[in-house]
Structures are given as C-alpha cells and as structure tokens.
T-cell receptor, first 115, second 113 residues
Framework: GNSVTQMEGPVTLSEEAFLTINCTYTATGYPSLFWYVQYPGEGLQLLLKATKADDKGSNKGFEATYRKETTSFHLEKGSVQVSDSAVYFC??????????????FGRGTQLTVWP | NAGVTQTPKFRVLKTGQSMTLLCAQD?????MYWYRQDPGMGLRLIHY???????AKGEVPDGYNVSRLKKQNFLLGLESAAPSQTSVYFC????????????FGEGSWLTVV
C-alpha cells in the first residue's frame, strides 16, 4: 500500500538555522511527491513537488529531491525565517487508475522558528 | 479569487445532532475531496467526487455522507454526530486527477460534545 512517514516534531530552530525534515514513503507504483505547508488558521498550500526520480522541487528557498533508491523526499532550507513557522506535510499520490487525485499524507511536522 | 470556500468555519454540535458542511469552488474543477485532520494523523480522505453526480469513498468514510448535485458544490453530511468526529475538515478541488494542482479550503473546525 501507500504510506508516508515523516519525522516527528516539534522542530524548534533559531532564525537562519539549517532545516531538514525527513520524509520516506512506501508506494506500489510510481508516485509523485509533495510538500505542503499549513500556516496557523489556514488551509494547506502546495510548497513544492517532484514527479519522478531525481527531480528536485524548490520554492521559497525550500528544496526536496525525489530519491527512489532510498524512497525519500527530505525537505531542506538553508536559512529559516520566523515566517517559516508552520506545519509541514509530506504527501504522495499514485498517478494511475482509480487512485488518481488521491493524496496520502504524513502526520505533519510542526516547525517553530525563534528570532 | 474565492477559490475553495468552506462553510461554516466553526461549529459545536451535541452528540446525535446532524449537520452539513458546504464546500464551494469557483474554478470549474471536476474533482472535489473532503479530508479530516486530526492531531498527529495528517490528513485522511473521507469521500471524493470525480464529477457532478458522482461520489466515492475514501479512507475513512464511516459516519459521513456526501453529495455532488452541482459541479461547484460538494456537501459533507454528518447524520448523527459522535465525539470521534471532532476534527478539522478540509475541502479540496482539482481540475482533474492531477494532484499537483489541488487547492484546499481554509478548514472547518467541528467539535462534538
């Protein structure tokens, strides 16, 4: 089956620190991988995505590389800001058959950045 | 630029009461979804629809019903609310099955006492 495992939080960092949030997945097919961000009181927003092995998704200084050999899609940012404080979700979707459009989410990682 | 709009935003129900959450999208999307979000659980798919007049069960459908009578609206119903249904509910839509273009609403906080 499909599942996503991401590192448990909460993660607390000082401003300008390096961020890594680990994400690994299990999938029966060839999934697309996503990172979503949820700011307090808001819905989820797509942060970045990768649709095939070795693709790198990037947005707002965040990056993640689709590693098929390690079934991973770790989120990184070189220098976090207070405004990055949010909950981050790793997700996958299988792009075939009746599961089209269905996302499988990890449990979310709360990130808090202090000035 | 309304996108995906959910009503109500907040609701408190007594056990056994019924209610309906309304999701409306103005992007002419074919696919619509209802998820619930619980602490430490991520989002789980309740029901989804691949077009007007169609619905399908997701991962956690029990205790919920849905209807998609109009393309732009996707209703989630709780016939007899239970405390286990206390959660944050998110509606989402996408133009097709391409999940890289999925848009989420802002969430509806439901408490069942």
């Amino acid at each position: 089956g499909n599942s996503v495992t991401q590192m448990e939080g909460p993660v607390t960092l000082s401003e300008e620190a390096f961020l890594t949030i680990n994400c690994t997945y299990t999938a029966t097919g060839y999934p697309s991988l996503f990172w979503y961000v949820q700011y307090p009181g808001e819905g989820l927003q797509l942060l970045l995505k990768a649709t095939k092995a070795d693709d790198k998704g990037s947005n707002k200084g965040f990056e993640a590389t689709y590693r098929k050999e390690t079934t991973s899609f770790h989120l990184e940012k070189g220098s976090v800001q207070v405004s990055d404080s949010a909950v981050y979700f790793c997700a996958l979707s299988e792009n075939r058959g009746s599961t089209l459009g269905r996302l499988y989410f990890g449990r979310g990682t709360q990130l808090t950045v202090w000035p | 630029n309304a996108g995906v709009t959910q009503t109500p935003k907040f609701r408190v129900l007594k056990t056994g009461q019924s209610m309906t959450l309304l999701c409306a999208q103005d992007m002419n999307h074919e696919y619509m979804y209802w998820y619930r979000q619980d602490p430490g659980m991520g989002l789980r798919l309740i029901h989804y629809s691949v077009g007007e007049g169609t619905t399908a069960k997701g991962e956690v459908p029990d205790g919920y019903n849905v209807s998609r009578l109009k393309k732009q609206n996707f209703l989630l119903g709780l016939e007899s609310a239970a405390p286990s249904q206390t959660s944050v509910y998110f509606c989402a839509s996408s133009p097709s099955g391409q999940t890289n273009t999925i848009y989420f609403g802002e969430g509806s906080w439901l408490t069942v006492v």
